[in-house]
């Protein structure tokens, strides 16, 4: 069974970095993508960006392109996403979800509450 | 960017009853590459659809997507009470992929 499991709840400073991981198991790492997504308190989803595994080439939405990096890790089956110069607009739930190429994402992990706060 | 635009932005309906949801797109894209997923509070989006048409995995055949172009919708033929939640649309044929802004179906 594919699972996501991501890092825990976080509280940052403004001005600050976050970094948060995804680990994948259950099915083969290197054949999907893994896109990240936000969802601040009461708001809509928001498509952040996502890596290529196999090519570890990612793309990002224009608005975080200068703030936010994602990696991943083929040998630990592990995504990361780091996101700079934190801001209480970067409040969220960031989720990470397995992504076919060309695709959906069809499994996701469970969220991790970014709490940006002075 | 494509916007996704969902209507109506709420759907008050009773269990049993017929649920219609819209996904209109600011412009056509590839393949009909567009996706319908299910959220209830505190829990991560579950797909339902992808394709446009396609059921994923598990999914009961109460739900159904239509559509191409730009305009899409995601049916629930008789609603059941697991099924009162938030619903996106997002597409994947243009980066960067993008999400409706959600209609949540409520008990009526």
């Known amino acids: 069974q594919v699972q996501l499991v991501q890092s825990g709840a976080e509280v940052k400073k403004p001005g600050s970095s976050v970094k948060v991981s995804c680990k994948a198991s259950?099915?083969?790492?290197?054949?999907?993508?893994i896109n990240w997504v936000r969802q601040a308190p009461g708001q809509g989803l928001e498509w952040m960006g996502g890596?290529?595994?196999?090519?570890?080439?990612?793309n990002y939405a224009q608005k975080f392109q200068d703030r936010v990096t994602i990696t991943a890790d083929e040998s630990t089956t592990t995504a990361y996403m780091e996101l700079s110069s934190l801001t209480s607009q970067d409040t969220a739930v960031y989720y990470c979800?397995?992504?076919?190429?060309?695709?959906?994402?069809?499994?996701w992990g469970q969220g991790t509450l970014v709490t940006v706060s002075s | 960017e494509i916007l996704l635009t969902q209507s109506p932005a709420t759907l008050s309906l009773s269990p049993g009853e017929r649920a219609t949801l819209s996904c209109v797109a600011s412009q056509s894209f590839t393949g009909s590459y567009l996706a319908w997923y299910q959220q209830k509070p505190g829990l991560a989006p579950r797909l339902l659809i992808y394709d446009a048409s396609d059921r994923a995995t598990g999914i009961p055949d109460r739900f159904s997507g239509s559509g191409s172009g730009t305009d899409f919708t995601l049916t629930i033929s008789s609603l059941e009470p697991e099924d009162f939640a938030v619903y996106y649309c997002?597409?994947?044929?243009?980066?960067?992929?993008?999400f409706g802004q959600g209609t949540r179906v409520e008990i009526k």
């Open positions: 890596i290529v595994t196999m090519y570890n080439t990612a």
């Open positions: 979800a397995r992504t076919h190429w060309n695709g959906p994402s069809d499994f």
């Open positions: 259950g099915g083969i790492f290197r054949n999907y993508a």
């Open positions: 997002q597409q994947y044929g243009v980066s960067p992929r993008t």
